[in-house]
Structures are given as C-alpha cells and as structure tokens.
C-alpha cells in the first residue's frame, strides 16, 4: 500500500515570498501524483497532476510541482504567493493501475499575510 | 460548483446506530467515490462504485457500504457506528468511461460532517 507525507503541517508567508510545499511518498511501483487545494469554505480541487514524462509539472494559478523518482518527492512551488492562496494543500497518490483512487497526505495550511 | 451535492452536511449520530449519507453526481458521471476525512487529517479513500459496481476498496471494514444508481445518485451506508467515525465525508465524482481513467477530473462535493456521540 502507498502512504504520503507532508512535511509541513503549518506555512505562513508574506505576499510575494516563494512556496515549496514539501510532498514525499511511499510505494514500490509506478505512481500518479496530485496537488489538491482547498480554500476556505469551498469544496476540494485539483491543482495539478503527473502521469508520466515531464517531471515538471505545470498546473493552475502558477503553481507547478517537479517529480523526482530517486527522493519519492513531488514537491509544491510557487514563485510569488498572493494573499488568495490562502489554503489547505493535500498532495496524493494513486498506484498505476487505480486511476483516481487517492491516497492523500495530512495536509499543509498555508496562510499568506498580506 | 462542482456539480456534486452532498446531503445532509451535518448529521449527529449516537454510538451503534447506522446511519445514510447521500450524493448527487453530475449527469453522464459513472464513477463515484467516497472519502472520509478526520479532524485534521487528509481525505482517506473508503470505496469507489463505476456504473452500480464497486470496483475498488480502501482500509475500511464491512460495516461501510455503498449504492450506487442509474441516476447518478449514490449512498454511503455504516453500521454500528463508532466514536471514531466522526469526520467529514467526501464524496467525488468523474466521468471516467471506465472507472480507472486519469484523464477525467475528480469533482469533489462540500462533504457531510458525521459526528457520533
């Protein structure tokens, strides 16, 4: 079975600071992994996700995330945060062959100070 | 507006009871899944139903069950309730053709927050 760590539980920035959410997984096959936000109030989204090729993924609202096989790491970044980022950030896995069936880590809140 | 809608969003239950836990997915939806999130926890995946069947289970025991049907409605069904069933339950859906597809986007209802007394 596959399990997820976020190093982080807890992030407060100030507006235009930088953001790498730290994101490490457990699991001895091939992975797809997942960004999910969740702002306040509002429902879970996704904000980015790797099947294969590029390591470096591209998602929404200038966040990307880079897989790195060798460290089981697909770490969060964003060059400049905005106040609007204020969220909960759940990175997940799903084994090859289980498609959008998730196993999620804790969780990071990240707050941005404006 | 994900277009998936979760009723009741709260319910309060006393030990040992059972309780229902519906959703309402998009039409043309086939997979549905359910997660249960505790306090302070990411979302832990319960089962998942494509098209009336279940077609994959996490670490749950037999007391969770699920129905799924033709209208793109779904339950989530538990029995003999525990302290420790207390959480908020997600449900998510996609319009993967076959139940595994990664190319379909999840969508997430608000959840229905259980506790158990």
């Known amino acids: 079975a596959q399990s997820v760590s976020q190093h982080n539980h807890h992030v407060i920035l100030s507006e235009a600071a930088s953001l790498e959410l730290g994101c490490n997984y457990s699991?001895?096959?091939?992975?797809?992994l997942f960004w999910y936000v969740q702002y306040p109030g509002q429902h879970l989204q996704l904000l980015l996700k790797?099947?294969?090729?590029?390591?470096l993924v591209k998602g929404i609202k200038g966040f990307e995330a880079e897989f790195i096989k060798s460290k089981f790491s697909f770490n969060l970044r964003k060059p400049s945060v905005q106040w609007s980022d204020t969220a909960e950030y759940f990175c997940?896995?799903?084994?090859?062959?289980?498609?959008?069936?998730?196993?999620f880590g804790g969780g990071t809140r990240l707050m941005v100070k404006p | 507006e994900t277009g998936v809608t979760q009723s009741p969003t709260h319910l309060i239950k006393t030990r040992g009871q059972q309780v229902t836990l519906r959703c309402s997915s998009q039409?043309?939806?086939?997979?549905v899944s359910w997660y249960q999130q505790a306090l302070g926890q990411g979302p832990q995946f319960i089962f998942q139903?494509?098209?009336?069947?279940?077609?994959g289970r996490g670490n749950f025991p037999p007391r969770f069950s699920g129905l799924q049907f033709p209208n793109y409605s779904s339950e989530l069904n538990v029995n003999a309730l525990e302290l420790d069933d207390s959480a908020l339950y997600l449900c998510?859906?996609?319009?993967?053709?076959?139940?595994?597809?990664?190319?379909?986007?999840?969508?997430f209802g608000s959840g229905t927050q259980l506790s158990v007394l």
């Open positions: 997940a896995v799903s084994a090859n062959n289980a498609g959008n069936m998730l196993t």
């Open positions: 790797y099947f294969s090729g590029d390591p």
């Open positions: 699991y001895g096959g091939t992975v797809n």
């Open positions: 998510a859906s996609s319009q993967a053709k076959t139940g595994y597809s990664l190319n379909e986007k999840l969508f």
């Open positions: 039409s043309g939806h086939n997979t």
């Open positions: 139903y494509y098209r009336e069947e279940e077609n």
